[in-house]
């Protein structure tokens, strides 16, 4: 299992591996476009199994669209199928299909699995992210997207060896 947290400034992108097999999740700002290519093509990565837009926020899905420049994808997620933002346009433009799951949907990713948590949670846009864990054995991964502290339901099993903490750090986030 290999799990990066990419440095795309104010915003959030991670790619995580598991036998060959590859996820993102979000791609940081537009500025950021050339930092996720980079970083998959430093990797000789040209297939996502699952692509995650936690939320439709340009911090985290602005550079995206990137991703589709150099690789395919067989499942791109997000909490909405449209969105007026010019950043969730090119997404749709770039990966084709986007698809909103449920919670409980799960993917494998070689022999860990992801599992949607939660969505659409709450009112905002923040509080729509998607909530996934990655599972590895023991080891355990949370990704929030940008979720409010009072939207987390507490039927979630939040627990994780790695949590990748919501709204950037904030106080309303985790």
């Known amino acids: 299992l290999s799990a990066v947290f990419l440095d795309v400034g104010q915003g959030d992108s991670a790619l995580v591996g598991c036998q060959g097999h590859w996820m993102l999740i979000d791609g940081g700002g537009r500025e950021s476009s050339q930092k996720i290519y980079a970083a998959l093509k430093s990797r000789n990565i040209t297939h996502l199994d699952l692509v995650i837009a936690s939320h439709p926020h340009e911090d ?16 791109v997620r997000s909490p909405a199928a449209s969105d007026a933002s010019q950043s969730f346009q090119n997404l749709c433009r770039y990966a084709g299909t986007v698809t909103v799951p449920r919670a409980g949907d799960r993917y494998a990713l070689g022999d ?11 009112p905002t846009e ?46 309303n986030g985790t």
């Open 60 to 75: 985290h899905i602005g550079g995206l669209s990137a991703a589709f420049q150099r690789c395919t994808a067989d499942a």
């Open 112 to 122: 860990a699995a992801v599992e949607i948590l939660g969505l659409n949670a709450g």
């Open 126 to 171: 923040n509080a729509a992210s998607i909530v996934a864990k990655l599972t590895y054995g023991n080891v355990s991964f949370l990704f929030t997207g940008d979720m409010e502290s009072e939207f987390f339901a507490p039927q979630w099993e939040l627990s994780a060896t790695v949590l990748k903490v919501s709204q950037h750090g904030s106080s």
